[in-house]
Every structure is written in structure tokens, then in C-alpha cells.
């Protein structure tokens, strides 16, 4: 079983940064494709990045690329989504996911672990 802790939201200002963090437990953290969801008030949820288990591939959503960077660190079994260039479109609850198996995920059926999220405000 994997369980799924995210920390790091919070109300910035249009332009402003934010870095989430996800922390994982379970002994199996370095074999697992780790994912970056949002969903926003009346939304359903998207998908922001994914990363692979040894860190080789990345994928972003068209909206966050060139402004989120999706990095993990396997000995302390975190993940983290470092968001720049903040936009108000950019508020919602953010969620890590984590998948035992399966790669290119950008849907949520495509992960087996959610975390309980974390509030994402964008003032404009």
C-alpha cells in the first residue's frame, strides 16, 4: 500500500511561485510512475505532469508547460511540482498519484494512489 502526503499550497499573487511537494511511504516509492492532478471548483480533474520511476521521461499539459517542472528524489521518496509564472487559472486542489505500472498516465483512472491534495489560490 502506498500513501500519499502533499504539502506546499497556498494564496500567491499572478506571477508568483509555488513548490508542492508530495511524500510517499512504502517501500516500492523508486519503481513508481508519480502524476500531478488539479481540479478546479465545478472542474473535472486534469492532468498537470507525470514522471517516471528513474527519472528518464516527463510529461506536461499543454497549460503548465515551460512554466512547471515535475522532479522526484527516489532516497526520499518526494515528488515535487515546482509551479512559476502562476496564473489565476492556475487555482484548484492540487493531488499526487502514484502507479505501479503504467506509463504515459494523464488520466486519473490511470493511477491506483491519490493523495487528499492541496489548496492552490492564484489572486489576480
Known amino acids: 500500500q502506498v500513501q500519499l502526503v502533499e504539502s506546499g499550497g497556498g494564496l500567491v499573487q499572478a506571477g508568483a511561485s509555488l513548490r508542492l511537494s508530495c511524500a510517499a511511504s512504502g517501500p516500492t516509492f523508486s519503481s513508481l510512475v508519480m502524476g500531478w492532478f488539479r481540479q478546479a471548483p465545478g472542474k473535472e480533474r486534469e492532468f498537470v505532469a507525470w514522471?517516471?520511476?528513474?527519472?528518464?521521461?516527463?510529461q506536461y499539459a499543454d497549460s503548465v508547460k515551460g512554466r512547471f517542472i515535475i522532479s522526484r528524489d527516489n532516497d526520499k521518496n518526494m515528488v515535487v511540482l515546482q509551479m512559476n509564472s502562476l496564473k489565476p487559472e492556475d487555482t484548484a486542489v492540487y493531488y499526487c498519484a502514484a502507479d505501479p505500472k503504467r506509463y504515459y498516465a494523464t488520466y486519473p483512472t490511470h493511477y491506483a494512489y491519490w493523495g487528499q491534495g492541496t489548496q492552490v489560490t492564484v489572486s489576480s
Open positions: 514522471i517516471s520511476p528513474s527519472d528518464a521521461m516527463r
